[in-house]
């Protein structure tokens, strides 16, 4: 049903998985010794942060956060809005937030910084998806899945008007959806 309305695959299903098990052994690897809250900002984050925590083998803390920056449409409003703050503090923590993609750059920025301010010893960002073509704020992910080119994508988490989000892909949406 949902397939009709994508011109094409850019990341397939088998993609995500082999990304998700690389960025999970270098995690892995970077923070044995480090026990992370891994923090993920929702919702687009869902999907992916299931995904990479599979492979990720240390001791860690799994926490959500609601950001918001779209409100619906294809183009980030850059009015950053949390809509669910953290149940724990991350003073003193290392702390790796989960993303589903970096576009302009704001998003990240603003919990970025929102999470040093409250004492977080080390902010790092993996991303499944980085649109640097789109960046409007100088930022640049530690872990990046795959690099795409500005285009508007849904699946895996990515939505356009709240729906896709639960394509098991990554796909460029037919412009005659959101020319309606
Ligand atoms: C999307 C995405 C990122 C952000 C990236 O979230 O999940 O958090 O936009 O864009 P930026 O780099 O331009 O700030 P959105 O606001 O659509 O909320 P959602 O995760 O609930 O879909």
């Given amino acids: 049903m949902l397939e009709k309305d994508i011109e094409r695959i850019l990341v397939t299903e088998q993609e995500i998985n082999a990304i998700s098990k690389k960025l999970g052994a270098q995690i892995t690897e970077d923070y ?3 026990k992370p809250i891994i923090i993920g900002l ?3 984050c869902i999907p992916f942060m299931a995904e990479l925590i599979k492979h990720i083998d240390i001791y860690c803390e799994i926490e959500l956060m609601g950001v918001q920056s779209y409100h619906g449409g294809t183009e980030s409003s850059g009015n950053v809005k949390i809509t669910k703050d953290l149940d724990v503090s991350v003073e003193g923590r290392h702390v790796l937030i989960a993303e589903d993609i970096v576009d302009t750059g704001r998003t990240i920025n603003v ?4 999470l040093k301010y409250r004492g977080a010893l080390t902010v790092e960002v993996v991303t499944l998806l980085d649109k640097p073509a789109g960046r409007q704020e100088d930022f640049t992910p530690k ?17 356009y ?3 896709y989000r639960n394509l098991p892909y990554i796909g460029v949406l037919k412009p005659e959806v959101y020319n309606k």
């Fill in 161 to 163: 008007e709240e729906m």
């Fill in 32 to 34: 044995h010794d480090k």
């Fill in 143 to 159: 872990y990046i899945g795959s690099t795409i080119p500005k285009e508007f994508v849904v699946g895996f988490g990515l939505d």
């Fill in 111 to 114: 919990v970025k910084n929102l």
């Fill in 42 to 44: 929702l919702k687009g």
